[in-house]
């Protein structure tokens, strides 16, 4: 399950909490698609705003519309307790995979992140993937610690925050990586922006935000990587460029994909957890506009 | 309450848990220094390590042996409903004021924590302090949003996480900032090597961990500051130095304060909350050398 699209849905969370029925509706379109899997409580999908049973509420409520599309389910905390039992929680709800970042408050060492890993791995029962997203945990993967996290048995993916802007710099970066990494351990891209260098890369999946709300478009880019048509991926990636850069406007994914989940008439436009608030009306407005003239889907 | 000495102490947490006898002994040392208030659940009492839970039963303990020293406790956490169930816990554990910092995960803007700091405190019947700790929260306020938030009615103090280097940049940054603030909201400093800069830089606060667990040591400087004996808080501070080397060797204060613990026998020298592991044992001998020459108490 750790190759091709996976699509990382947003959680709405409106004035009134988990919109389930906005969530179910975003669900429908991943699995009308047939995404390769799905990546559950995601950053965007605001895992680290929820309780403990908003978590394994929204988990098994996936899970019950995942129809045959493997699970994975992001575990993220700053505690291991807290990792553990969100591990038995998404467990209990059909997780095929959990997702595992180092969330940090105090400054975590390369020996400390080791242990985690090593703990988390021992506990489950299911294979394990790398989140390494130094933006919002704080903790920065060095490629030697990548490389004996994935000696572990349970681990089977790493999912990479980005690559170089260039094919040649791009593949320079995930050969590099693949060096240190046990055989059979796949890299994973997603930064939307950088799927398509990624893919081009050789990396075996696309960890997707846009393939959460959009996954006809995403799946047209995976399915191109797949035949190794890199121009073809070149070509899709650049179209998606006015998507980019309503990303890169809004210091990140989240906030569009809640401004475009509320445009697609699946939620309210304003179903971000506080404190985040919503994008103002003429930036929604933008969003419409990109979503309408790229025809996203 | 948001002048003098407030002593932020560890919160040990051993193999079996929070060590609550481990805990009330290090209050014990507080309430004996007649310390000017507490600061329980700092980022030294591991807040963003606990469960919503194990902080209400800590910040009830607090009190129970805080005697007439006042309280005031941390709500940190990623979300705004986190915030107010804590805050509700606090307050009925009979806190007397609460520790507000801008916890991000998704990186927050300027508005959405002004919101933030608006909500709690329209929210709360105590007073607030800022919690300004980019270390470990990924978000830096400026003087102006300090500022705005000063103007809210709860609001009291702002702990900052340091100054400059030197008498003259410190005192100038203390006094730009207070041009921003409401008069009354008091500057606290923090980052304990910084203590007795800012203090004669005209901080009316110290919010420390050396205070934490040694309250004697740390108060013989507010109260050198109360005097304006600028000279004898600096060579007070100056003597501390081996100690401040030891919090920047081990990337802050929290694991040397967490073997210094164990070394005066109040808990074990492994009470860090997992990921976080304690210091070798040569490293923890180096700090008992501190604590011994230092005459730490």
Chains 1, 2 share one sequence.
Not at 36 to 63: C, F, N, P, V, W
Not at 205 to 222: D, M, R
Request: charged share 20%; aromatic share 6%; with cysteine.
């Amino acid at each position: 399950m750790f190759t091709g699209l996976s699509a990382f849905p947003l959680t709405p969370i409106t004035a009134s909490g988990v919109d389930e029925q906005g969530f179910i509706k975003i669900l429908a379109r991943l699995t009308a698609a047939h995404v390769d899997s799905m990546g559950i409580l995601g950053s965007t999908g605001s895992y680290a705003y929820l309780t403990r049973e908003q978590r394994k509420r929204i988990a098994t409520l996936a899970k019950q519309h995942a129809g045959d599309i493997p699970m994975m389910v992001c575990v993220g905390a700053v505690s291991t307790d807290a990792i553990l039992h969100l591990a038995d929680d998404a467990q209990a709800a059909g997780a095929n995979a959990l997702l595992l970042p180092a969330v940090s408050y105090q400054s975590l060492r390369d020996e400390e992140v080791f242990s985690l890993f090593e703990t988390v791995t021992r506990y489950v029962s299911v294979p394990v993937c790398i989140y390494d997203n130094p933006g919002t945990t704080h903790f920065t993967f060095t490629d030697e610690l990548h490389g004996r996290l994935s000696s572990l048995e349970g681990v089977r993916s790493v999912k990479i925050p980005g690559v170089p802007d260039s094919p040649a710099a791009a593949t320079e970066r995930v050969e590099a990586l693949r060096q240190h990494l046990r055989p059979g351990v796949t890299i994973g891209i997603s930064g939307d922006a950088y799927a398509g260098l990624g893919l081009n890369a050789g990396c075996e999946a696309w960890y997707s935000v846009c393939g959460g709300l959009f996954p006809e478009t995403a799946k047209q880019i995976t399915e191109a990587a797949a035949v190794q048509d890199h121009e073809r991926v070149t070509a899709l990636s650049a179209r998606l460029e006015p998507l980019w850069a309503q990303f890169r406007k809004h210091g990140g994914s989240i906030r569009v994909i809640a401004a475009a989940a509320g445009v697609l008439g699946l939620t309210d436009t304003d179903c971000l957890p506080r404190p985040l608030r919503p994008l103002s009306a003429s930036d929604i407005a933008d969003i419409a506009h990109v979503i309408a003239t790229l025809e996203l889907k």
